[in-house]
């Protein structure tokens, strides 16, 4: 039976390419702020240009932080908050199923980031979740 190793490694692809998935959209967003809030407000969201300024910044820099494993936990949570509201009240109503697929994909990596932390190669590892403290 093939074996990976410790669990923990299974954090590594997991924020890596939802890092890389993050910091693409969150610049494609912070490049075109007028269409990002001329979205926001199409989908009837409060105050739509603070919320795509907040979304924007959220994906483009919480998705660096996920590729140097900082913070991870607490971004996952609110990756996982963030991407049920996109998949309820825009993608799944809008789209359908077929082309939501990737938005509830990211609300269970962030639901596991969440769970499991940012594992080895990261700054959490080194910093906030040494083992043995």
Same mark, same amino acid.
């Given at each position: &039976?093939?074996? +990976?190793?410790?669990? /923990?490694?299974?954090?590594?692809?997991? =924020?890596? *390419? &939802?890092?890389?998935?993050?910091? *693409?959209?969150? $610049?494609?967003?912070?490049?075109? &702020?007028?269409?990002?809030?001329?979205?926001?407000?199409?989908?009837?969201?409060?105050?739509?240009? /603070?919320?795509?300024? !907040?979304?924007?910044?959220?994906? +483009? !820099?919480?998705?660096?932080?996920?590729?140097?494993?900082?913070?991870?936990? $607490?971004?996952?949570?609110? $990756?996982?908050?963030?991407?049920?509201?996109?998949?309820? =009240?825009?993608?799944?109503?809008?789209?359908?199923?077929? /082309?939501?697929?990737? *938005?509830? &994909?990211?609300?269970?990596?962030?639901?596991?980031? !969440? +769970?499991?932390?940012?594992?080895?190669?990261?700054?959490?590892?080194?910093?906030?979740? =040494?083992?043995?403290?």
């Amino acid at each position: &039976m093939l074996k +990976c190793g410790k669990p /923990a490694w299974g954090a590594v692809p997991l =924020r890596l *390419v &939802m890092g890389i998935i993050l910091v *693409v959209s969150g $610049y494609g967003k912070l490049g075109n &702020m007028v269409g990002t809030i001329g979205n926001f407000t199409k989908w009837g969201f409060p105050v739509p240009e /603070a919320t795509a300024w !907040f979304i924007a910044l959220l994906e +483009c !820099f919480g998705g660096i932080a996920l590729l140097l494993g900082l913070f991870v936990r $607490y971004l996952g949570v609110l $990756y996982a908050i963030q991407f049920i509201v996109a998949a309820l =009240r825009v993608n799944l109503p809008l789209q359908g199923y077929q /082309a939501s697929r990737l *938005v509830l &994909m990211l609300i269970v990596v962030g639901a596991a980031l !969440f +769970c499991i932390g940012a594992g080895p190669l990261s700054i959490d590892s080194v910093w906030l979740e =040494r083992e043995g403290t």
